[in-house]
């Protein structure tokens, strides 16, 4: 090669330069030629980063493993153990009337049910997979079941679009939101009508749970309940918020508002 001219040529693998440059920087190695020795702090972070993840799914699939065994051996059983209970009662009652018979029997139904919905939450955590969920069927039988007893008579009002658009995760949370909000209509409020509306208003998923129950005051600063909490919780997971309006009297809405992907905001 002459003097002044730079060729390149393959050495274990690299290019290495072949200029007629000085003998100190003609045996420069290729990482130093070309900076790469920059790099080497750089793998050490990245490998640092790799463990520190490597740790937490470790950990994570512990928790998940751990929440399995307990629902099967502590939910479950005592979802079993009260089951037994009433049908114990039902077959040593003398004075049992057909009205009783039936609620004795719904609630038998409710606690099967149950125990099939934690049985497909144990496997899925087992199984690491996540089976398929249509969150208007699952809500349509929710409101059946507390429609059931006759103190509460629920609408539906589901837009398909907002429906559609919605994750498997989202769907999930949802319903758990909406079933917290019926128990309060329930169990609180001792509501009789109560509407369930989940729509896209403003770019935005809007899910709001409206009854007729007694109310309370929004203004009194006491502390929100478990349930209330729950739900905030839930709504924060998918990026959301949840607020609840209510007076004495004039019953309660709760309304939980998740942000749409800009892709979706014009549908």
């Avoid at 790099?39 to 050490?44: I, K, R």
């Avoid at 972070?45 to 994570?60: C, D, N, Y």
């Avoid at 928790?63 to 979802?79: F, M, N, P």
């Avoid at 929004?218 to 309940?225: I, K, S, V, Y």
Wanted: charged share 30%.
């Amino acid at each position: 090669m002459t003097e002044g001219k730079t060729g390149f040529q393959l050495l274990d693998g690299g290019l290495r330069s072949t200029s007629a440059l000085s003998g100190s920087q003609s045996g420069r190695s290729l990482k130093e030629s070309f900076g790469l020795r920059h790099l080497e702090p750089c793998a050490g972070e990245l490998t640092t980063a790799f463990k520190a993840t490597e740790s937490r799914l470790s950990k994570l699939l512990e928790d998940r493993t751990r929440i399995s065994r307990d629902l099967h051996d502590c939910v479950l059983q005592s979802l079993y153990v009260i089951g037994l209970n009433i049908e114990t009662a039902q077959r040593t009652r003398n004075d049992q009337t057909a009205e009783a018979k039936e609620v004795d029997g719904r609630m038998i139904r409710q606690i099967n049910q149950l125990i099939h919905e934690v049985r497909e939450m144990v496997r899925e955590l087992e199984s690491g997979t996540v089976q398929e969920f249509d969150l208007s069927s699952e809500l349509f039988t929710l409101c059946a079941t507390y429609e059931q007893p006759g103190r509460l008579r629920i609408k539906l009002d589901l837009q398909r679009g907002a429906i559609d658009i919605l994750t498997n995760e989202q769907e999930r949370e949802i319903l758990n939101i909406v079933r917290e909000a019926l128990s309060n209509c329930v169990r609180h409020a001792k509501a009789t009508r109560a509407v369930v509306s989940i729509r896209i208003r403003e770019s935005k998923i809007r899910v709001s749970i409206h009854d007729d129950g007694a109310g309370f005051s929004t203004a009194d600063g006491r502390p929100r309940g478990y349930g209330l909490t729950n739900m905030e919780t839930r709504a924060k997971r998918l990026g959301g918020s949840l607020r609840v309006q209510s007076k004495i009297g004039e019953g309660t809405q709760v309304i939980a508002e998740l942000s749409l992907e800009p892709l979706l905001t014009s549908v």
